[in-house]
């Protein structure tokens, strides 16, 4: 069966065109929403997300594995391919890093017109605590080839996208791949990954988009070549045109996020408060960059004020922030926007791309103080 | 403030009439999606459900709790007013019970007209092992006066719905609450509750749809009249129409889900497999009652046929039951049905009401076999 016959087996969704210029979405959108979850804005208290409210992005099925029975095998271009199993994983040198993660889709569902995909408001983040065991330890065992320009991870999911059967699979340069922080995870938050999560064994990129950290890895193969799989070639790019070839997406943007103040309404989520001082906070966080300001505005970015940087939970985790607001009755629009150490700002336009990539905005918040 | 002055500060979603005659979403639905997880259907594989991958449905935010000064006050019309810390409730008498829980609003996306509402398509359901007190030895030793008709059980978690400003609340009958089975929880799967399953404490009632277990709950008073808030009056009504007061929803309704066979296509979710023979299984509940049949239908509903039941994992929990199909190539609606033991059978008409609950329609899954 060839990709042909398989991308007319499955229904379009909308137009086909793989965009909508309207504000309501498909059915099909929503499935996605409901399998991968976000994290609710309050959760931005934590310094550590609880597991079960961090955000969730998963391509295909969560597939059924068994711990016991699991196999890293580590082949291609290396001297010494080696199989290892959870126990033989477990036993190498234990780090725990917190790491935030963020989907390089989010954002998505702001844009106009819109990329019809996983439809991501502002949610797709979160910062756990992982634990495993470097990987660099791992292919210098394996010893990777001189002629070996990249490592190819395979996990264990499987399904179809752009009419391809394939195995959820990524690559890293191998002067990526051996960084010191990237990481073989078997645990997030003091326990065993959650199946949804990559159990038993998970990839963690810290400062990449979480597409790179491949779940359910059972697979590194170093190649020659650039791999061209459809998650490197045909998505994850920044691309304007169908013919762009667009550059990849690898590390995170810069953002910061605020928690709604006050209490929601329940459809419209629209906040209400009393007037009073209050203090805003969230985080920020810059992939692999420090953040050096958080701006907050209270009149809709009209106007943008330092607010008070906070601790940062770790080299590669989000830093708090927080900025004092007196608020007086009336409609407001909040906002906040970070900037790193490179001089990035998030735009007040969106960087509208045509996968929806990538996409980081300033949020806007709407509260109505009586 | 008033009602009237509250709903009007908050934008209408769609036209404000409640319903929608369109197969698309608006993006306040989408949000309520993301904040409101799913259990992906996968995940009907597991006994008792992953905590990070249960259903989850807040109205308004997940609070900030201490458990250290978290304290339970039982109120109202009771002989001896009491009032507990989380180490008081730890040293009561334990148990442990793995419950089904649905919400009530489970597939009410898919419903036309569609109420406009948490759009849930079939995902809202998980089974959990919870861990905590019988709520009728609290009650016994606050001694119920014979004056009192229901408990109000209030939780912390703040917000506005139909304009009406409130803390979630919902009461039950005292022999309803009296019951054997409702528990004052505290751990779920071994662990204390997360954040957003209600720590440090909420009320589980087994056999009901998923509105009566409140969470994040501090107040329990005992009052002489039927409780009226927003959550019981306004809202959890079988409605037929805006003027029909409806009856209140209760136990949950009988309902089968099938693990969608093969591998999904990521956009559409349609599956793919091989022609061969498969085992479909997946789990049933009927609320209070047992599930006495299941059939599975691999015609689009034509005709029914017996699937085999298995375990049930606990009095309150779902049951396991499995159907061997020889695939053969072709396009495919595989549905199940299942039916409890006072003959009640589910639907293939949809159950439409106005607030779009306990609808509980046969689900239907594409799959492509070649």
């Known amino acids: 069966m060839t990709q042909e016959d398989l991308r007319h087996l499955f229904r379009a969704v909308g137009d086909g065109s793989g965009l909508s210029h309207s504000n309501t979405y498909y059915e099909e959108e929503l499935a996605l929403a409901f399998r991968n979850r976000g994290m609710p804005l309050e959760g931005l208290r934590y310094d550590i997300t609880p597991t079960g409210m961090h955000y ?19 082949g291609g271009l290396v001297s010494n391919p080696i199989s290892l199993s959870m126990a033989d994983i477990r036993q190498r040198p234990r780090v725990t890093m917190p790491v935030t993660m963020e989907c390089a889709g989010n954002g998505r569902a702001r844009l106009n017109p819109r990329p019809v995909s ?11 605590e992982w634990a495993g065991t470097p990987l660099r330890g791992v292919l210098e065992e394996a010893g990777v080839g001189s ?10 999911d499987e399904g179809v996208q752009g009419g391809e059967a394939q195995l959820y699979q990524r690559s890293l340069t191998v ?23 990559g159990y038993p064994l998970r990839l963690i990129v810290p400062g990449w988009y979480g597409m790179t950290s491949v779940k ?9 070549e650039p791999f061209t799989g459809y998650q490197m070639d045909q998505t994850y790019r920044y691309k304007t045109s169908p013919d762009d070839p667009g550059e990849p997406v690898s590390t995170m943007r810069v953002r910061a996020l605020m928690i709604p103040p006050g209490i929601p309404d329940f459809m419209t989520r629209t906040r209400l408060m009393d007037a009073s001082a209050v203090v805003l906070s969230g985080k ?15 009149d809709d970015g009209m106007n943008w004020q330092q607010a008070t940087l906070g601790k940062q939970v770790g080299q590669f ?7 004092e607001w007196d608020a007086k009755p009336g409609r407001h629009y909040l906002s906040v926007r970070a900037t790193d150490e490179q001089g990035n700002v998030q735009p007040s336009a969106q960087p509208w791309t045509l996968q929806g990539m990538g996409n980081n905005l300033v949020q806007r918040v709407e509260v109505i103080v009586r």
């Open 56 to 74: 969730l992005l998963i391509h295909f099925d969560i597939p059924a594995a068994d711990a016991d029975s699991w196999q890293l095998d580590i």
């Open 284 to 298: 920020a966080w810059a992939g692999r960059l420090g953040v050096t300001q958080v701006e907050v505005s209270v």
């Open 147 to 156: 002629s070996a320009v990249e490592l190819v991870f395979t996990g264990s």
């Open 175 to 197: 002067n990526d791949a051996m960084r010191d922080e990237v990481m073989l995870a078997y645990e997030m938050n003091g326990a065993p990954l959650e199946p949804q999560h």
């Open 118 to 128: 996983q439809p991501w408001l502002l949610e797709a983040i979160g910062t756990a």
């Open 216 to 224: 359910w890895l059972n697979t590194i193969e170093a190649v020659s």
């Open 317 to 323: 985790a989000w830093r708090n922030w927080s900025f």
